[in-house]
């Protein structure tokens, strides 16, 4: 036998409650529109998951290499980072961290002459503004990457500069 009239009635006003309540959640997530993601809403980045490193021997005048992977996701922090040249980056790191505690996020590697290291994990937080590699070359140039939308890549280093190389996919 089928459902009666009242069971009927009580399943179709049971699923109107939960539109009803839907709708308001979508209702209230509006002023948000041009907001960041809240953190409960945030599955999954729009930035670098993961990256590999390839160095030569002569690599940075037969020196180890720090690189640093930059994430950021406020904008003053942005616009104070986008300029810089790795030196003034890695001269001015701690005071960055005191200025910006919350508005970007790094990971940094040591790397010698010769290694290469298999892709590590990025996790690229979500709210990215922006994505930076910088490279702490001995010599004179800017030895700054900025990062599109790639997922994952290959930093080739070598003696006096580096090559960032995107994979598709």
């Not at 040591?110 to 990025?122: C, I, N, R, W």
Request: one cysteine or more.
């Amino acid at each position: 036998m089928g459902m009666g009239r009242t069971q009927r009635r009580a399943v179709v006003s049971r699923l109107g409650r939960g539109v009803a309540a839907l709708s308001l959640l979508l209702l209230a997530s509006l002023p948000l529109a041009g907001c960041k993601t809240p953190k409960i809403l945030c599955f999954k980045s729009s930035g670098l998951g993961t990256l590999a490193f390839n160095s030569t021997d002569a690599s940075n005048g037969g020196r180890a290499v720090t690189i640093d992977l930059v994430f950021i996701t406020e904008k003053p922090v942005f616009q104070a980072i986008s300029k810089m040249k790795a030196r003034d980056y890695f001269t001015n790191h701690e005071q960055l961290e005191r200025d910006f505690p919350k508005g970007y996020r790094f990971t940094q590697w040591q790397v010698q002459p010769g290694q290469y290291l298999e892709a590590t994990a990025a996790h690229a937080p979500c709210n990215l503004i922006g994505a930076y590699i910088f490279v702490n070359y001995r010599g004179e140039g800017e030895f700054r990457q900025r990062l599109g939308k790639e997922k994952r890549g290959t930093l080739v280093l070598g003696e006096k500069d580096f090559k960032w190389i995107p994979e598709k996919g």
